[in-house]
Each structure stands twice: as C-alpha cells, then as structure tokens.
C-alpha cells in the first residue's frame, strides 16, 4: 500500500515570497491533516480535512497561509507571503474516518522549508 | 499551554536493556493515546497506541502504560536495538475535540551498541 507523498522534499526562498506544498495522502483516507514542526518541537495541526471540508483551522495563520483539498483526495498548503519564523517542516498525514476515540494517522516524509 | 509534555529530550540507552519514556497530560478530555517515532528526513512513523479505558496495550518489544488518575503515559522498549535510536512522539487526541492529535516535544532515544 503506498503511503502519503509529499512534495517538494526541500524549499529554500526568500522572505515574502510565495510557496506551495503537495500532498497526496493514501488511498481511501478520508481525513487530512496539514502540520508545522519547527525543529525540536512536535508537530502542530494548521488544518484537518474531512474529504474536501475543513473541519478544523482554529491553528491556520489566514493571514498568510491557505489550504484546499479539491476532489477530497490531494491537497495543497499555500503561504504568501512567507516569514522567517515560516522555516520548518511541513508534514502532510492521513487517517480513515476515526472510529469512536482510535484515530491513527499516517505521515508522509515532510517538506522542509527554509526561509531565508 | 502545553497540553502534552515529554520532559527528557533525550535518553541514552545500552543495546539489550529497557528503555522507558515518559510523557504527562493535562487535558482530562483525551481518551486516545499514540506514539511515533521519527527517523531524520522521515516523517513519524505510528508505533503503538491505547485507548483511556485500558491500561496497557502490548506490542512485540514495544508497550504502552497508560495511568490516568496522573495523567501520565510510558512507552517501554524491550529489550531495546540500535535500530531503535531516533526520536519518539507521544500525542493524545480527544474525541470530543474532533480526535485532532496533540503531540508532545520530543525524546531522542540512542541505543548504544
């Protein structure tokens, strides 16, 4: 079964320049999930879908960053423009619908963006 | 607010022996517990999980202790291989909260040969 993909693997770009992140997550996966992780931390949730329906961004900086999932399949992560505090890794995961409390999702390998 | 705390960033281990990792909640509302593990240029790969109405789940050389009266989870890693050595995750979610995952900071495990 392959697992999520992601890609570009790397970006490097300059401050207030635009970027846009891929993903497309394992087959039959309904929910989505868009993560930050800046080096030493856990990741953090920007945005979970659930088939092409955003079903949370509480955590999204709007101002700056945008996200779609057209046909509940593949996505995009967009920011425009990007700051420095912007440079981490943004892991892309996928999950089945959660069943009652067990909701185990599955990581693709990350971008890693440094803004410079 | 940390929400999900692993308080050792790192753990240095000898190859055979046991390793135990910790990790403390603060949100009573978490029902659903996981850990990952993370490999450099990889993303976190699910290792194990447990549900709040257990109390340890068993998997192989890997197994989870869930106590909730003090909010706290353990990972053991019996007996422990070089190839364990990356860094581990635990995360929680909570049903109510749609089961989006909150992770924990982090905990480098080397297994030293």
């Known amino acids: 079964e392959a697992g999520v993909a992601q890609s570009p693997r790397y970006k490097i770009i300059e401050k207030r320049q635009s970027v846009a992140f891929w993903c497309n997550p394992i087959?039959?996966?309904?929910?989505l999930y868009w993560y930050q992780q800046i080096l030493g931390q856990g990741p953090k949730l920007l945005i979970q879908f659930q088939n092409n329906g955003v079903v949370d961004d509480s955590q999204l900086p709007k101002d700056r960053f945008s996200a779609e999932r057209l046909k509940g399949v593949d996505s995009t992560l967009k920011i425009q423009p990007a700051k420095l505090e912007d440079s981490a890794v943004y892991l892309c995961?996928?999950?089945?619908?959660?069943?009652?409390?067990?909701?185990?999702?599955?990581f693709g390998a990350g971008t890693r963006l440094s803004v410079l | 607010d940390q929400q999900v705390k692993q308080n050792s960033p790192s753990l240095s281990v000898q190859e055979g022996r046991i390793s135990i990792l910790n990790c403390d909640y603060t949100?009573?509302?978490?029902?659903?517990f996981l850990w990952y593990k993370k490999y450099p240029a990889e993303g976190p790969t699910f290792l194990i999980s447990i549900s709040s109405i257990k109390d340890k789940n068993e998997d192989g050389r890997f197994t989870v202790f869930l106590n909730k009266s003090a909010k706290h989870l353990s990972l053991h890693i019996v007996p422990s291989q070089p190839g364990d050595s990356a860094v581990y995750f635990c995360a929680a979610s909570a049903r109510a909260a749609g089961n989006k995952l909150t992770f924990g900071g982090g905990t480098r495990v080397l297994v030293k040969p």
């Open positions: 995961a996928s999950s089945q619908t959660p069943v009652g409390a067990k909701n185990i999702q599955y």
């Open positions: 949100n009573s509302m978490f029902d659903y």
């Open positions: 087959s039959g996966h309904a929910t």
